[in-house]
């Protein structure tokens, strides 16, 4: 990958006039499509979609929450009230100017409305009443109330106020058409309120308020912004002309989301401000170069318009708010930057830098693109649009930092000194080793995790407005007012006609007027009672034709005359009331409606695309809210949306949404790792930290009382982001290290410090805001990324070193997951046992004899092989001899690498005795079974236990001896003792070998990891104890024997022991180093794995060999691995390589010595192995016996001394005359 980009840095090295007009050519063309993007402003896209709310949203858009702004006038004088009214015309008159952001005013009533309302109600009267009202009619028919009324109305007439009743009484002499107008007080703001002056004022006359409608929606802070801040100016002006009379002050969605976006602005602008003079500060200072900030920023801001460029071009529109969230959230993409420049900093090797830093950074972006495209799966329109936006953006920053960064930025030459500055030095700081601090940090985590699955979700996206202290008192006075501001639900009925959608809202008015009487809800605005369906129309006429027959009419007219008569009415008086009585009415149409002002039709019924709605406002006590919002949409087709708890609902469904995603998010990161390691462990170790940020920031949380809200819960994917990429690149600094030696965590380290101050200085600062959001944001931006960076500063070098190249610095090999859980779980399972037999099986074995002791033993000798069964990937071979059944005492003698030694030999026999050491005599878990069975410590001497071995000899037991004493390192049989021939001597019995094969690759000594492999127990010939060909005595017999087992375990290693043998050995040993040398190392055996068996065959099993090389340090792996006594000096002339081959474990264990010249040597060699071909031999002074030549093109070699005594094509062997 990274020969890619460095083809592509000289390519533009050597054609920089014309990289240059591209990329302002690309530049000037994103530019242009992006400006044409069209951008969706819509807020309901970032709702959830499901079944429910796809029709929530449908009505939600064309719904009008009537978000207006109330003006309060409130009364600070003793005088009377005039001074309201006063106020308030002074404030009409003042907002004229500001029509073009006005809707309309409401709070103050004309005249002529409330005649134009009376006319509407007297000429459509049936339509207004009820059956209650019949009732009220009927009574009000009655002689005596007639009598009444027409006195009362006399009354009125000759009163100051005959000029407004005297056309009400005319058309209505019996006031009827007040009951029907008593039905237009459900379209009423409150029961708390009166009209007085015109004006809406409460009760006691102290307040009166004033209701604005703005033209613009709440969300338009835009054009909100100009209009609020004059309603302010105008505000000011009136408060200070009325002052200690009037005070006037506003409160209202429009007003609080302009205080909102005010503050946004400023704390950004100020947070902003700051935190970029320091970054520039902090960036100038460590680069010591007033242009790098400049190259920092270069390739974010050219991959967000190649972004919108590709968007454009595969999307109709884009969702705003998707962009803005995504400008936080491609914070993360400078970073990329700035690794590169940290690391060209310190290595101005471009070639170098280019094969550090490519993987980890394109590996970063694709891990963090991955995540953000999993948004996808979220139900919103909105996060698909981040999501995508998102990752093409980080993956193109990744792409064009790599192109534009080294262009750009030239650092000091090598010669030049670059000086370190306490940047540098707190990446130097070797965390990993501080031991208080891992353990502090242990101790929080572990506290974390406790506590990390409590944190809470604030699902009230009220908490996270900002409110100006003046709006809350606002706020206060409004709800000591009246139900203003309690609880409103909206209850919305729908149809796809208007006369649908108006028949359902008349049922709902029914029921919402019941649920009042029942003091289930305390009021409701609606025109259900006012505007009917055409159907529910026609009934109304019907009863009203039907109540008033002729008879009634009549009567009703001749007694109105009668008792007008009394008071001088003439008999005309009630000609209009007659014709009203006699009129045939015909329904209305919405258009009739809507000519009444008083009605304000069109804040209640809504069309769009022939879908219809009709809402109506419902204050409800919070304690019945959801029992009300369950009646209402279970016994009517309407949908009941608290505003408050819809957003609530919404963020709810978010945030199960974000659960999954992080479920989604972590698959994909954990599967894009795997493609770039292609290694599961160092996967698992990468992602551990990303994981424990997540607990600990959460956990920290929940300690503190605090909660997460939408906003910080966006941030926590920046968070998880930036510990992605962290844990990545101090994955490249560790398996470097674990690959070379060479420890470059600082440099990893600091660039890494680097990017967690940009990301503090650029979110963290947002914590001095005043802004709950911006303030949340922050604090959980800070907790997160102070994890990420102690996280991956500390625990994970620790975690790292201990699990992989401390055991590497041991001389033990590399482990997998697989490998350490089958251990694991097979020293469990055989600790288990040796518990249930040591503390169970003793007591039947004390007393057992015959029969029942060897039954007892073979159950031991069946746990025991069912110990290496665990083991599937351990081939398991007994080769038995057909002369052997073991039914004569004998010494069993085998050779010992393994703890796995015993467990082979119960494949073997059952029939037998130990001699063993302390550690096992003594062992807590299978010490009193051994001492029950009769095994015996030989520290305490052969002489003192004779007795014992002589009766467990007469029972038909063998005697079994490790005559090595100790376990070995290697593969190689040592020089045996001579207490095994010594008893075999003592006793008369014979010795037979048995021969162990592949427990030393298994389960070397030192190690507790059962590796793939197998294990072959090959039962040889007996000896019998009068073969004088083996010696007369034991001393003779033990150097015999001895030579003996060596030829014949050789013959064994030679049959199993092929050329794949040590592949998995070999391979484990290069384990989690870089992926290129272990590609090579793959790819190099796999072609000459053959050659290197056969090299084998021609090199003496105890040489000392001077080894010229161009490899990774394989073939001296391979060559000691087949015989353990060689000892090889190896001169690789590449640094690199050489420094990775001196990392190998097995160096550790096999004489294996690389050098940096043949002088070093201090050992004469006595064979020559040559398989760098641009070695020249001439350089080789003394020449050994024996010189091999491998893989060389063109060999020859011309010496009068030598001669060749084998030649393929890929070896030739020399040896001396």
């Known amino acids: 990958m990274h020969r890619f980009f460095i083809f592509l840095y000289?390519?533009?090295?050597?054609?920089?006039?014309?990289?240059?007009?591209?990329?302002?050519?690309?530049?000037?063309?994103?530019?242009?499509?992006?400006?044409?993007?069209?951008?969706?402003?819509?807020?309901?896209?970032?709702?959830?979609?499901?079944?429910?709310?796809?029709?929530?949203?449908?009505?939600?858009?064309?719904?009008?929450?009537?978000?207006?702004?109330?003006?309060?006038?409130?009364?600070?004088?003793?005088?009377?009230?005039?001074?309201?009214?006063?106020?308030?015309?002074?404030?009409?008159?003042?907002?004229?100017?500001?029509?073009?952001?006005?809707?309309?005013?409401?709070?103050?009533?004309?005249?002529?409305?409330?005649?134009?309302?009376?006319?509407?109600?007297?000429?459509?009267?049936?339509?207004?009443?009820?059956?209650?009202?019949?009732?009220?009619?009927?009574?009000?028919?009655?002689?005596?109330?007639?009598?009444?009324q027409v006195e009362n109305n006399y009354v009125s007439l000759v009163s100051?106020?005959?000029?407004?009743?005297?056309?009400?009484?005319?058309?209505?002499?019996?006031?009827?058409?007040?009951?029907?107008?008593?039905?237009?007080?459900?379209?009423?703001?409150?029961?708390?309120?009166?009209?007085?002056?015109?004006?809406i004022v409460t009760k006691d006359g102290k307040n009166l308020l004033l209701f604005i409608e703005p033209k613009n929606k709440s969300n338009d802070t835009k054009n909100n912004e100009v209009f609020v801040n004059q309603l302010n100016e105008i505000k000011d002006k009136i408060n200070k002309q009325f002052k200690g009379k009037t005070e006037l002050s506003y409160f209202g969605s429009p007003v609080i989301a302009v205080a909102n976006a005010q503050q946004i602005k400023k704390d950004i602008q100020n947070t902003v401000m700051i935190s970029m003079t320091v970054l520039l500060i902090l960036l100038i200072y460590y680069f010591r170069n007033f242009f790098t900030p400049i190259i920092v920023f270069l390739p974010t801001v050219f991959s967000v318009l190649l972004a919108l460029l590709i968007l454009y071009f595969t999307k109709d529109k884009i969702s705003a708010i998707s962009l803005s969230v995504g400008a936080i959230l491609i914070g993360i993409t400078i970073d990329y930057a700035l690794h590169i420049l940290t690391h060209y900093k310190h290595n101005n090797n471009i070639e170098e830098l280019y094969k550090e830093i490519t993987q980890p950074i394109i590996l970063s972006s694709a891990t963090t693109a991955v995540s953000f495209l999993c948004l996808v799966f979220v139900r919103s329109e909105a996060l698909k649009d981040l999501g995508i936006f998102a990752a093409i953006t980080v993956i193109l920053s990744s792409i064009t930092a790599l192109i534009i960064v080294p262009q750009l930025y030239k650092?000091?030459?090598?010669?030049?000194?670059v000086s370190t500055n306490f940047i540098d030095k707190i990446g130097s700081y070797p965390y990993e080793k501080n031991k208080p601090l891992i353990i502090g940090c242990s101790i929080i985590i572990i506290a974390c995790i406790f506590g990390f699955r409590h944190v809470g979700f604030n699902e009230d996206i009220g908490?996270?407005?900002?409110?100006?202290?003046?709006?809350?008192?606002?706020?206060?006075?409004?709800?000591?007012?009246?139900?203003?501001?309690?609880?409103?639900?909206?209850?919305?009925?729908?149809?796809?006609?208007?006369?649908?959608?108006?028949?359902r809202n008349s049922q709902l008015s029914q029921f919402l007027e019941k649920e009042k009487k029942d003091g289930k809800i305390l009021s409701y605005n609606s025109i259900g009672n006012v505007v009917l369906s055409e159907k529910d129309q026609q009934k109304k006429i019907e009863t009203w034709k039907k109540f008033w027959d002729s008879h009634k009419k009549d009567q009703t007219i001749s007694e109105l005359i009668d008792n007008g008569n009394k008071f001088g009415f003439n008999s005309s008086a009630f000609d209009q009331f007659n014709e009203n009585l006699n009129k045939n009415y015909s329904t209305l149409s919405l258009k009739d409606y809507e000519k009444i002002k008083a009605l304000q039709i069109s804040e209640f019924l809504s069309n769009e695309n022939g879908f219809y709605t009709v809402s109506n406002v419902v204050k409800v006590d919070e304690t019945k809210r959801d029992a009300f919002i369950k009646d209402v949409e279970k016994k009517h087709e309407a949908l009941a949306i608290d505003r408050q708890q819809m957003n609530e609902n919404f963020l709810g469904l978010l945030k199960r949404d974000f659960n999954t995603l992080i479920n989604y998010s972590l698959l994909a990161i954990v599967l894009t790792i795997i493609v770039f390691f292609r290694n599961f462990e160092l996967t698992i170790l990468t992602m551990f930290p990303i994981v424990l940020t997540g607990v600990v920031t959460a956990g920290i949380l929940y300690f503190l009382g605090l909660e997460l809200n939408i906003f910080s819960t966006v941030v926590c994917t920046l968070v998880f982001g930036v510990g992605d990429d962290f844990s990545i690149f101090l994955t490249k600094a560790m398996q470097k290290e674990h690959t070379t030696g060479k420890n470059e965590l600082p440099t990893y380290r600091t660039s890494i410090i680097l990017a967690v101050f940009t990301t503090i200085l650029s979110i963290g600062s947002l914590i001095f805001a005043k802004h709950p959001a911006l303030h949340s944001l922050a604090l959980v931006a800070l907790i997160g990324m102070f994890s990420v960076i102690i996280i991956t500063s500390t625990l994970y070098p620790f975690w790292f070193r201990l699990l992989i190249t401390n055991r590497q610095k041991k001389g033990l090999s590399p482990i997998t997951f697989r490998l350490f859980l089958r251990s694991v779980i097979s020293f469990f399972y055989y600790g288990l046992g040796g518990i249930f037999f040591s503390f169970f099986g003793h007591f039947f074995v004390r007393k057992a004899k015959g029969k029942t002791l060897s039954t007892i033993k073979k159950s031991i000798a069946l746990f025991l092989k069912s110990v290496l069964h665990l083991s599937p990937f351990v081939k398991k071979t007994v080769i038995k001899n057909l002369l052997e059944d073991f039914s004569k005492p004998s010494v069993i003698i085998a050779n010992h690498t393994s703890f796995l030694d015993t467990l082979a030999l119960a494949m073997a026999t059952h029939k037998i005795v130990y001699l063993v050491n302390d550690w096992v005599y003594e062992s807590p878990v299978f010490g009193k079974l051994v001492k029950a069975l009769g095994f015996f410590p030989v520290s305490q001497g052969i002489e003192n236990g004779m007795d014992q071995l002589r009766e467990k000899i007469n029972e038909g037991y063998s005697l079994m001896v490790f005559p090595e004493a100790e376990r070995s390192y290697t593969n190689d049989v040592k020089r045996f003792h001579k207490g095994a021939f010594y008893i075999a001597e003592e006793f008369g019995l014979d010795v037979v070998p048995v021969y162990i094969h592949g427990n030393s690759e298994v389960l070397p000594k030192g190690d507790f990891i059962i590796y793939d492999g197998s294990i072959t127990v090959k039962v040889g010939?007996?000896?019998?104890?009068?073969?004088?060909?083996?010696?007369?005595?034991?001393?003779?017999?033990?150097?015999?024997i001895n030579a003996y087992f060596r030829d014949e375990f050789a013959k064994l290693r030679n049959e199993i022991e092929d050329?794949?043998?040590?592949?998995?050995?070999?391979?484990?040993?290069?384990?989690?180093?870089?992926?290129?040398?272990?590609?090579?190392?793959?790819?190099?055996?796999?072609?000459?794995?053959?050659?290197y068996f056969e090299l084998n065959k021609h090199i003496p099993k105890d040489a000392v060999i001077l080894h010229i090389a161009d490899d990774f340090g394989q073939k001296d792996v391979l060559l000691t691995l087949q015989q353990a006594n060689r000892k090889i000096f190896s001169l690789i002339n590449d640094h690199e390589k050489r420094e990775i081959a001196k990392q190998n474990y097995i160096v550790k264990r096999r004489k294996i010595n690389y050098i940096n010249d043949i002088s070093e040597i201090n050992k004469k060699a006595n064979v020559l192995l040559i398989s760098d071909e641009n070695f020249n031999l001439k350089d080789i002074t003394e020449l050994p016996e024996t010189i091999i030549l491998m893989n060389i093109k063109n060999s020859s070699f011309e010496n009068d001394n030598y001669e060749l005594e084998f030649s393929s094509e890929s070896i030739k062997v020399f040896r001396h005359k």
């Open 1021 to 1040: 010939d007996r000896i019998l104890n009068d073969d004088l060909s083996f010696g007369k005595n034991y001393s003779e017999r033990t150097k015999k």
């Open 1059 to 1091: 050329e794949n043998y040590f592949k998995k050995k070999l391979f484990l040993s290069f384990l989690y180093k870089e992926t290129e040398v272990v590609y090579e190392l793959k790819k190099d055996f796999k072609t000459n794995k053959s050659v």
């Open 10 to 148: 000289y390519l533009i090295s050597r054609n920089k006039v014309l990289s240059v007009f591209i990329t302002l050519s690309i530049a000037l063309i994103c530019g242009f499509f992006a400006s044409k993007i069209n951008f969706e402003e819509d807020i309901n896209q970032i709702i959830p979609k499901n079944e429910k709310s796809d029709l929530t949203a449908k009505v939600l858009k064309q719904l009008n929450f009537s978000d207006k702004i109330i003006v309060i006038i409130e009364n600070k004088s003793k005088e009377d009230n005039f001074q309201l009214s006063e106020t308030a015309d002074t404030f009409l008159t003042k907002i004229e100017p500001l029509q073009k952001y006005i809707g309309s005013v409401q709070g103050k009533v004309n005249d002529n409305e409330i005649s134009e309302t009376f006319d509407f109600v007297n000429q459509n009267l049936p339509l207004f009443l009820n059956e209650n009202d019949y009732k009220e009619i009927e009574r009000k028919l009655q002689k005596d109330s007639i009598a009444k």
């Open 411 to 417: 650092p000091k030459q090598k010669d030049e000194k």
């Open 463 to 503: 908490d996270l407005n900002y409110i100006p202290k003046d709006l809350k008192i606002s706020e206060a006075k409004l709800e000591k007012l009246s139900d203003i501001t309690s609880k409103s639900i909206y209850t919305i009925s729908y149809g796809d006609s208007e006369n649908e959608a108006l028949a």
């Open 160 to 199: 100051p106020t005959s000029l407004v009743t005297k056309d009400f009484i005319k058309k209505d002499p019996l006031g009827i058409t007040f009951l029907g107008i008593k039905k237009l007080n459900a379209l009423n703001i409150s029961k708390d309120f009166k009209l007085e002056d015109n004006y």
